[in-house]
């Protein structure tokens, strides 16, 4: 949760815009996150809050503004007043640092579940595969899920799968964790589950941005929530005042239909 004493944000991110054809997805977006603090990213379907997630780790690009994470530039470097973008290996190496949790998993079918935990450690952090699987299985531990190692993603649930990727994604030992809507392809009955996970990795003190619509999850774990439509940030703030005492209409019309 939040480390107060921390003055350098984990993620900084400043007039980020980002346009798919004639549609401006992001219109300049200025958030800060501490190390230490979860922010919980809420709107309505098309309001860009997954994009915004994926500017964070280059998997989109931004058409305007910036976005730094541990003090460095995501995606780019800086000559003189030109940004110049880096190298695809260059960009992979960022991305260890950045775990992200998809909300459709991203296991891969053929590896069983040790091996999708495996895999990046291996081939990105030079592990050998005996750390690696020593990793893996404390990790499984530690998301209750020791006793799946060797099952293949097709042989678990939706919330097995999805505490597997978390799993994954927590194994390259990353320094901030993205979700983006973690819980959205899940039976109700597995929500929970998942939920439970996360909501351990942010009472360990884990940096995290998480867009979901689960208002109860961001009210209990949140430092700050995040209210986006139409690819700006309307209100921030702590739960208490976005979700108990928002300040702008439009946020307390989509609140009043998810509560």
Known sequence: MSAGTVTTPMVEIKSVTKSFGPVEVLRGIDLTVRTGEVTVVLGPSGSGKSTLLRTINHLEKVDGGQVSVDGSLVGYRRSGDKLYELREREILKQRTGIGFVFQNFHLFPHLTVLENITEAPVSALKRSKAEAAETARRLLTRVGLAEKAGAYPRQLSGGQQQRVAIARALALEPKLLLFDEPTSALDPELVGEVLDVIKDLAHQGTTMIVV????????????????????????????????????????????????
């Open 212 to 259: 979901t619509h689960e208002i109860g999850f961001a009210r209990e774990v949140a430092d700050t929530v995040v209210f986006m439509d139409e690819g700006r940030i309307v209100e921030q703030g702590p739960p208490s005042q976005v979700l108990d005492a928002p300040r702008h209409e439009r946020t307390k019309s989509f609140l009043s239909k998810v509560i």
